[in-house]
């Protein structure tokens, strides 16, 4: 009997994606694999899910654009330049600053 046409693709090819994501990560950010810092690996994993959410918004926002959907690679962009700030460490607190500081507000060091 053949069971694999009832198996998901996902589930096929998770062991290559999962190959390709292992080699990926030590080609692109190798001090994860080797990192003692523990704060130094968690700076380079934010590194790489940086590339990671790049990577994912240039695919959705081209696959959205060929299908027309201009308001969906609007959105997706945003959103994308969103986690892009959240895994940038200082970025949102400088940005809560500037806030504050345009409303007229002590911004505080």
């Known amino acids: 009997m053949r069971f694999n046409r009832y198996i998901p693709l996902l589930v096929r090819l998770g062991p290559l994606l999962l190959a390709i994501l292992a080699f990926a990560g030590s080609v692109l950010a190798p001090n994860i694999a080797y990192a003692y810092d523990l704060k130094a690996g968690a700076q380079n994993l934010l590194d790489l899910a940086k590339i990671a959410v790049m990577i994912g918004i240039l695919i959705g926002a081209m696959l959205a654009y060929f299908k027309s959907q ?35 507000g002590s911004s505080g060091t």
């Open 70 to 104: 201009v308001a969906t690679m609007i959105v997706i962009i945003i959103v994308g330049a969103v986690l892009i700030a959240i895994t940038t460490p200082g970025l949102l607190d400088s940005v809560g600053k500037a806030i504050v500081a345009l409303f007229g």
